[in-house]
Structures are given as C-alpha cells and as structure tokens.
C-alpha cells in the first residue's frame, strides 16, 4: 500500500491548489478573478446544494470557458444519492459534462462511481466527502473505483492526513475555511427524518443549527444557569489560513473553501486573502504569520461563527462549538454609552463607516440597524474611528453596557463587488508580441504565452506611408487593446521597414485572429456519443445479467441486530435464526469483547442460527489499526465469523487479511439504487442492506435482486459525531482522560418542539443521536413481503434484554406467518398493540411512503 518515495516528494512539491465554491455565476467570476485555480459547482440537478441558485447546461459551458480562458479548472458537483428513475437523465448529464470539458465530477453515490467507469472513464472523478474517507483503507478501496482524487472527511487530523499521502497516489482535497458539519458527512439523517430534507440529497434543513437542552432522564435541563447557549450541535466555522504550510508539507494538493450557498462578495473576500496566503508561504520565515492582523480581520469580518481550526490537531470538545447563536456573529465594534432621542451613542472598538451593519446584543435579544449619518461632536464625519464616541440614528432599544457588533463592512463589500465587477476583470495573461514586416510583403505578428506560439498574417501587403509611418508607440496601442480577452501585452517588439505603414483595421484583425487561435483549448479527445451509447448499453445488459443472475435466499428472515451479549441471548431464546453482533460499543452497557464475539458466534451455530460480526460505521486510522489485529486473530478461529461492513475501509482492511473472507454490507454505505447494489454484490457482498431513505416505490425494483435486507424496526441513528455534547457541557476529562459523565445516567437532547432525541456515547467518545421515535413498519410487513425483500431487520442494539425478547417474538410470529402463506388471516392489531405498549413515544414509517426524492 505504500507508495514510492520520490512520488512522496513529488505530491509534497506540487503547487497547493485553490479550489473555490461557486453557487452564482457571480460567485463564479468572484472566485476567478481573486486567484482561484480551480472552481467547483453544481448544475440544476445531483448537487448537494440544491439550494443554490446553481448552473443550467449553458450557465456550465460559459463558466468552463471562462475558467479555461484564465488557466482556472471547474469541478461540478454530481455528489449525492441518485435514484434508480434519475439514471437516464444522469447519463445524459454525464456526457454533456463530458463534451463542456469539465475538468472532474465529484461523487458520493457507489453506484454513479461504478457506471463512470464502465461508461466514460475518461471523465476524471474525485470521491466527495459524503463518502466518508478518512482512512488509509478508504482511500485504498477509491483507487480501486477509479478515482482521481478524494475530498477526507472534516474529522481527518494533520498527522491521518500525512499518513494518508505516505500511502496514496491520489491527490488529497482538504476542507479549509466554512461551515463545519457536526455529523460525519454522509452518515447524516437527521434533517432527512425530521424534517423530509435529505442532506444526502441536497436539501439539508440545518438542523444542527437549531436550539437544544441536555436533559437526562428526569427532563432535567442539565445546563439550566451555565449561561452556555442552547445552539449545542452548531460549530464554528473552520479557519486553516494560518496552517497551509503544513498542508503542504504533509502532501495535501488541493485547500477548498466551503461555500456554495455564500454570497460572492464571501467567496472573493475569502479567496482573495487565502491566495496572498499561498503566494506567502515560500518568502515568509518559518513560523512567521501568512496573514496580517487587518487580513485576518477581514475573514473575521465577511462572515464567522467565530473560528476554529477543527480537528487538524486534537478533538477540540467545547472549543469546536459557537453554543451561543448559529449565525453570523460579526466583529466588535464597540460598546452603547447612551440613548436617547432616537440618537445612539457608541464608543467604538474598530472603524464604522455608513452603511455598516450593525447589531446590538441587548437584554432582550439582539437589534440589528445600517449606520447612517456619522456624528462626532455633533459635527457629520466620514466614519468613525477606534477609540472616539460617535452618534448614529436608532429607533430600536438600547441600554449603556450593551455590546456592538459590525455585521457587514460596506467598505470590505465594495472591494469585493469591485473584483469582479462586469468589464473590470484583472485576470490576465501576459504576452508577448513581435510585429515584423517590409513594404510590400505581408506583416507577421508572432504572439508568445509561456511556451506555446502563435503566428498570423497580414490580409493586405504593407504600404509605403504617405504621411504617417507605423511607430511602436502605434502598433503597442492597437495590439494591446485585448479587452475582455483573458490577455494583456507585456512586450512588443517591432521590426519593420522604415516608413512602413499598415491600415489600423489589418493590425486588429491580426490581433484578433492570434487571440483566437490562443484561446483554442489543446487538444482533448472526446468520446463519440455513438461510442458512448453503446458502452451505455453494454453496462445495461451487464446489470441485467447480474440481476438476473442474483438469487434471493428460498427462505427470508428476520435479522436481529443487537450489541451485547445479554441481549443475543434474549434474541435467540425468542427464536432469532439470525442475529447481527457487535457494531459499536456503548458506554453505556456492556459490549461485545473479542472472545465474546467468537463464543457468540459459537453459540448461533449450536443453535442453528446464522451469525454476522457487525463492525463500526466510523474507524480513524488508530482504531482501524485495532479492528486490523481482531480480524486477524479472527481469521484463525476454526469457524472464520461472517462480517457486516460498514464502512470501504473496512472492506479492504478484510481483503488484506483473506480475500475469500464472507461478508455482507450495513446500511451506512447508502445503498440507495440497483448500480450501487450490483456494485457491492460485484465486491463480493453475500447480502446488502438497502438505505432507509428509500420508499417502498424504490425499494420494490432492488428488492428483486435478492440478497438484500431492510430495516423494519428499531432505533435509527441521526448523527455520527468526533464531538460529545455531554462530556464538553458538563466537565469531560479528568486529566488527561475522559471523565466518564455519560455513564452515569441516560442523556437526551431536547429540541424547541420539546422531543428528545436520546444520545449514546461509544467507547471512543463519538456521539451517536438517535430518533425520538422508533422506526415501525410492523404494519407493512405483507407489503414488504410481497416485493421479495429477503431480509427484513429489528435494530436493537439500544433496548433491553426483556424488549429483545417481546419484540423479536412478535416479528417472528408475523413474518414467518407470512411465509406460510397466513396471509388472509394475519392482521397487525395484537402486535401493534404489544409494540405500543412497550414504546409509549411512539413510532414512525420513516421513509416508507414519504422518501426524500
């Protein structure tokens, strides 16, 4: 897996690539014009940002023109989960991204990875972070997929990440400056449950940025008077301009800014200032800032949730949170002296200006306003400087002692506006023109841009000037008169005959004709769309055969998931043929050990039930280290256990141990259409467990390549998160270790509506949010019958021994009526009514008839 040193070398010398978000073509051209080298965005369908104003087909191809004119690269977003109905229109997509010459696609989904390869490979793809990569494993299975380059999950450390480039060909993207997601992205439903918005569609509500209490098992508000904030799952915002040294030195190629939904004036600020840090990092000493204080300032100023630099060298608990509001906090401006009279008097920190933005954090909340007129002394001034009391107009409420905040810098906007302003743009490149010619002879204008050369010639031959001869003050005017043509003239050179002359409409079509033949985009071979129609084809009848060729098991079960050994036995004393082991390890009880595992698996065989080793969704390199030595020592017993994957690293870290090892797929590799299904049975899958985003429309089609599983029952985790909102409100370490505060009693985070989403912390200390509300389709089980689905699921991994029991003897007792063709006589009503009894607060269908498409 390790790659060659020189390559190392060679990844660690390259330039750090700039890459920028663009919603707008506004923030497009923001982003180019302040030194972007590269620009990624989304079209009007498949992208993450389905909220932005985004790029139709004709949007796209002017931006790719634009940017390739400039030397500036495009990468479109095709990064989320596609249904099975969308496939037609994606390829159509695909094709015409293809012919536009966008530089890369950026993925998420397994399925859309599998058909670029087998349709267009010569479309360069880069593995999205909603693909959860943060290991040396992960990336190893990308190479594998064709990808180019992946973007690591935000949790990624400095010291993973150099690991990461010892160990890949591939170019590394880093998130660098924006929002943060508290939930490791891709293994985020919450908003999708909640609230129907998919952020694996695009649509994510935010719900990290809503207010919660921490409340325990009494509804007690645990941080009733802390004066903390209840924004308790909202970051800051991530700020890494000061450590791009070491991202380069660690092998990182390319720095991306988050921020498809920002405004431009954002995306030209923020590019601006972290492309004079690049320009800084080789001339500056070592250790000195890339920044200045003003500049710093400036970042601060555009937008922040306050700053934090991640996880980029430690999990930085309560450090990595803006508890207090979730929205822009501005910078200081100073504080309230008085009010009166509709008359405002501040004494200020930093410069106001009019038409700043303004807010004042009040006893009662918070009052924003635009200064208008100035006044210092009574007497109108331009602005008002740090340390003078000034006056504005008010018509709010204010208190003397009340904090001010500058919210918007109309001065900073206007720099920005101006960047990119239409007709004004100022990224040029130079070159350099030599014009020869003798009376009577055709002139040659040779144009020079780096290396590469062009020359034109004259339509009519020179003439002998009659009054005014060609002067290189002339010809320099003429020629330079580049426009909005991505060029300026450095150098002219002139050789001509003395007394030369050449009309002006002859030296501007020579002009003309060099720029154009510069602009001509090398060389790029384009796949025919007959060639490409038939690969398409080829991948059709593939899929079918294998769909075909997939066989569903002659008898479906019912899996019964569980993570301790108390409940595995309550399971197989009700009946469970077949029960799911491990997964992750509560704190909370008492998990599976390595020897239990293997006496677990003993058990199930005694009892004629089949067995998998469910393993963690999310593993850092240290801890996939750990599961590498358990499957190793595994790999020896006499009886090799069955695994449950759950996340591409864990994939290759089985294969490196035993290529033949049997294995299924959990339901966080978002298997959410029939490409993505082929490709895990094509890996080697036994069985898939399909996403619980689907609706049963969608379901029905994967249900018949067999081998597949789905949850009907149990708790449906919301988040996955390096941050643990008990430890870092209520005191978490004692030393250097963990205080253990989450043992002590169940905790819960109550939202506005008052429903409380309960949490368990693992034994790494990642927070896993739960639903309030059990996911039930007790009353679907003929529907779910009748589509062929081979295995239905009860996630039980958070209930009790004795709710084990109940709840697999009812399933039990209904599906395998089901199977025996009871199906006239099975009603729901006596099942339901025991499930209700034993969950008060109630159930949900999840996605079953609601989906997220």
Same mark, same amino acid.
Not at 7 to 27: D, N, T
């Given at each position: ?61 002017? +931006? ?31 094709? +015409? ?38 290991? *040396? ?46 939930? $490791? ?80 004036? =954002? ?43 991640? =996880? ?59 200064? &208008? ?100 003050? $002339? ?8 426009? *909005? ?46 060639? $490409? ?142 490409? *993505? ?32 599983? =789905? ?28 205080? &253990? ?46 589509? &062929? ?7 039980? *991994? ?56």
């Amino acid at each position: 897996m390790e790659i060659r040193e020189d390559l190392l070398k060679q990844k660690k010398s390259r330039p750090l690539e700039l890459l920028a978000p663009a919603g707008s073509f506004e923030a497009f051209k923001a982003a180019v014009e302040n030194g972007a080298d590269a620009v990624y965005l989304g079209g009007k369908s498949f992208s993450a940002r389905a909220s932005a104003a985004n790029f139709d087909l004709d949007e796209l191809r002017k +931006a790719v023109r634009y940017a390739h004119e400039r030397q500036v690269k495009v990468y479109v977003t095709v990064n989320i989960l596609i249904a099975d109905q969308e496939f037609g229109e994606l390829l159509d997509y695909l094709y +015409a991204l293809h012919e536009i010459r966008v530089d890369a696609v950026i993925l998420q989904d397994l399925g859309v990875a599998g058909l670029i390869q087998a349709v267009l490979p010569e479309l360069e793809t880069h593995a999205s972070t909603q693909m959860t990569i943060n290991t *040396t494993w992960g990336v190893q299975h990308l190479e594998t997929l064709g990808f180019a380059r992946v973007v690591l999950a935000r949790e990624t450390s400095a010291a993973e990440i150099e690991t990461l480039a010892e160990n890949t060909p591939l170019d590394l993207e880093v998130f660098v400056h924006g929002a943060l997601c508290v939930c $490791y992205s891709g293994q985020c439903l919450m908003s999708s449950f909640i609230g129907g918005r998919s952020g694996n569609r695009g649509t994510c509500a935010q719900p990290c940025r809503m207010t919660y209490q921490l409340v325990n098992q009494d509804q007690e508000n645990l941080l009733a008077g802390k004066s903390l904030g209840e924004h308790l799952l909202s970051p800051k915002d991530l700020n890494l301009a000061e450590d791009l040294t070491e991202l380069k030195r660690i092998g990182v190629h390319s720095l991306k800014v988050e921020g498809r939904m920002k405004r431009p004036e =954002y995306v030209a600020t923020v590019i601006r200032l972290y492309k004079q840090a690049i320009e800084r990092i080789e001339s500056r000493p070592e250790g000195a800032p890339l920044l200045t204080p003003e500049e710093h300032q400036e970042l601060l100023q555009i937008f922040n949730r306050d700053f934090t630099r991640g =996880y980029w060298q430690e999990n930085p608990g309560a450090d990595l949170m803006s508890y207090s509001r979730p929205n822009n906090r501005g910078t200081r401006l100073g504080r309230v002296v008085r009010f009166d009279s509709g008359r405002l008097a501040l004494k200020l920190e930093a410069v106001l200006n009019p038409g700043d933005g303004i807010e004042l954090w009040t006893g009662r909340g918070r009052e924003g306003v635009t200064a &208008g007129e100035i006044r210092k002394d009574k007497n109108q001034v331009n602005k008002g400087l740090p340390g003078e009391t000034v006056e504005i107009d008010f018509s709010g409420s204010a208190h003397p002692g009340d904090r001010v905040f500058k919210t918007n810098d109309a001065r900073l906007m206007e720099k920005a506006r101006e960047s990119f302003q239409e007709g004004k743009e100022q990224r040029k490149r130079s070159l350099k023109m030599s014009l020869s010619g003798r009376i009577g002879d055709k002139m040659s204008l040779e144009v020079a841009e780096g290396e590469r050369k062009v020359r034109v010639n004259s339509s009519n031959p020179a003439q002998k000037a009659l009054k005014r001869p060609l002067t290189w003050d $002339y010809a320099y005017q003429q020629l330079g008169r580049l426009g *909005t043509t991505p060029f300026w003239l450095d150098r002219l050179d002139l050789d001509v005959e003395e007394g030369l002359m050449l009309p002006v409409s002859d030296l501007n079509e020579m002009r003309r004709l060099a720029v154009e033949e510069l602009l001509l985009e090398a060389t790029q071979q384009t796949v025919e769309r007959s060639v $490409y129609r038939q690969r398409v084809v080829r991948w059709r009848e593939r899929q079918e055969q294998e769909r075909s060729a997939s066989k569903a098991p002659l008898i479906s079960q019912v899996s019964v998931a569980v993570s301790d050994p108390e409940t595995l036995r309550a399971a197989l004393k009700s009946g469970a043929k077949r029960v799911l082991i491990a997964g992750e390890h509560w704190r909370s009880r008492h998990g599976f050990q390595l020897d239990e595992i293997r006496s677990g698996f003993e058990t199930c065989r005694k009892q004629g039930a089949d067995c998998s080793w469910r393993l963690p969704r999310v593993l850092n390199e240290a801890q996939s280290a750990g599961l590498l030595t358990d499957l190793r020592k595994a790999a020896l017993w006499p009886d090799k256990p069955k695994l449950m994957i759950a996340n591409l690293g864990e994939l290759e870290m089985m294969r490196s141990v035993d290529g033949e090892w049997p294995f299924e797929t959990d339901y966080s590799l978002n298997v959410f259409n029939e490409a *993505t299904l082929a490709q895990l049975l094509r890996t080697g899958a036994q069985a898939v467990t399909l996403s619980p985003e689907l609706h049963h429309e969608q379901l029905a089609p994967l249900a018949k390549w067999g081998r597949t599983e =789905y949850l009907v029952f149990g708790d449906l985790e919301m988040m996955v998160s390096e941050y643990c909102p008990v430890g870092s409100t209520l005191g978490g370490k004692q030393g250097d270790r963990c205080a &253990g505060i989450c043992r002590k009693e169940p905790h819960y985070l109550r939202d506005r509506l008052r429903y409380d989403f309960p949490i368990e912390m693992d034994l790494e200390c990642r927070m896993h949010l739960f639903n309030v509300k059990l996911l039930n389709l007790y009353e679907e089980l003929p529907q779910i019958k009748r589509m &062929g689905v081979s295995n239905i699921r009860l996630q039980l *991994t958070r209930q009790s021994p004795e709710q084990v029991r109940q709840i697999v003897r009812i399933f039990l007792e209904a599906w395998d009526g089901l199977q025996l063709g009871k199906r006239a006589l099975w009603t729901p009503d006596e099942g339901m009514a025991e499930l209700s009894a034993l969950f008060p607060q109630g159930f949900t269908k999840g996605h079953f008839f609601r989906g997220v498409l």
